[in-house]
């Protein structure tokens, strides 16, 4: 009984595809796209590195190619290029305009009090963060029982992670104070 059904179906099948593919499937009146032919692509142009047959002299603009070196005496001899004019690049008139260059050289005195000083500002930003880091790192866990418990671990590890970088940066700051400091 089976294989008479399938029979049946593939013969329906069968005959519903050779009708589609015959006759032009009818649209309701005024559903109809409206489309329109493109012309045909026009070929892409030839590749560079293909020589064309016509020539065309280079514009005057370009100057002459430089001469072949000459070989006189066992040495060869280039046509040395014009020196390029020394402007500056925008960004080297910026920095000059904003940082005038020193014109004198900086007095020691000066030198290394300014070293002093910003030693003693990363000495001073180093215990700060120390600080932050050991109240952060120390701090437990939360006491609010309607926060789940991996929320609790999560802010537990981020506490924890915030700690190490703000000991590890009061660490650098620390060193670099005493390269300041110690010369």
């Known amino acids: 009984m089976q294989d008479e059904s399938a029979e049946l179906l593939d013969s329906n099948l069968l005959r519903d595809a050779e009708s589609t593919s015959q006759h032009v499937a009818v649209a309701p009146a005024g ?3 409206m489309t329109m032919r493109l012309p045909p692509a026009t070929p892409p142009p030839p590749p560079m590195h293909v020589a064309t047959t016509s020539t065309q002299p280079l514009p005057a603009s370009f100057p002459p190619p430089a001469r ?4 006189g005496d066992g040495v060869a001899y280039y046509r040395s290029a ?3 004019a020394n402007r500056p690049t925008w960004l080297r008139a910026l920095l000059d305009s904003t940082f005038p260059r020193p014109t004198a050289t900086p007095d020691p005195n000066a030198r290394r009090m300014t070293r002093r000083m910003v030693g003693a500002a990363c000495v001073g930003l180093a215990l700060t963060l120390a600080l932050v880091a050991m109240v952060t790192g120390l701090r437990g866990a ?5 926060m789940a418990p ?3 671990a999560a802010l537990v590890i981020a506490r924890a992670l915030v700690a190490i970088g703000a000991g590890a940066f009061s660490f ?3 060193r670099m104070a005493e390269r300041l400091l110690g010369e």
């Open 142 to 146: 939360p006491d609010d029982s309607a």
């Open 172 to 174: 650098g700051l620390l």
């Open 82 to 84: 014009p020196p390029a």
């Open 31 to 33: 559903d109809e796209l």
């Open 150 to 152: 991996a929320v609790a």
């Open 68 to 71: 072949v070196p000459t070989v």
